[in-house]
């Protein structure tokens, strides 16, 4: 599955950066995800859970922040956002769009619970 292996590639990320900065464990993976970067958010939160557990992001919550489709006509110039899936320019309804967001894919931070000396513990946000 297409999502599993995007989700491999995110527990990679973030295991190398929580064992560079020695953290306990991983309590937060902030992913943006552009509409137009063909991931199913509910699947890749699925297999995010499943394959982090066990880890360093065992209990690590997956929040996704979309970024909707936006681009510019490539004909007239006129700014165009995304319906779903297409990209369409609003004034002459072609789809030659010059991408400008849409496709993003990548870790933007990590939260994380370090190992520390006293009672210092992860605050609690919900
Ligand atoms: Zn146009």
Not at 17 to 30: D, G, I, S
């Amino acid at each position: 599955m297409h999502e599993s292996s995007m989700a491999i590639s995110i527990l990679r990320i973030v295991a190398d950066e929580a064992q560079k900065a020695h953290v306990n464990a991983v309590t937060q993976v902030r992913l943006c995800l552009g509409d137009l970067a063909g991931v199913e958010a509910t699947t890749l939160t699925a297999c995010f859970e499943m394959l982090s557990e066990g880890t360093v992001t065992d209990k690590a919550k997956l929040v996704i922040k979309r970024i909707p489709a936006t681009g510019t006509c490539t004909v007239c110039g006129t700014a165009a956002t995304g319906r779903g899936r297409m990209l369409q320019c609003p004034l002459c309804k072609t789809s030659s769009v010059k991408l400008a967001t849409g496709r993003e894919f990548y870790v933007e931070s990590i939260e994380v619970e370090t190992l520390c000396k006293g009672d210092e513990h992860a605050e609690h946000t919900s």
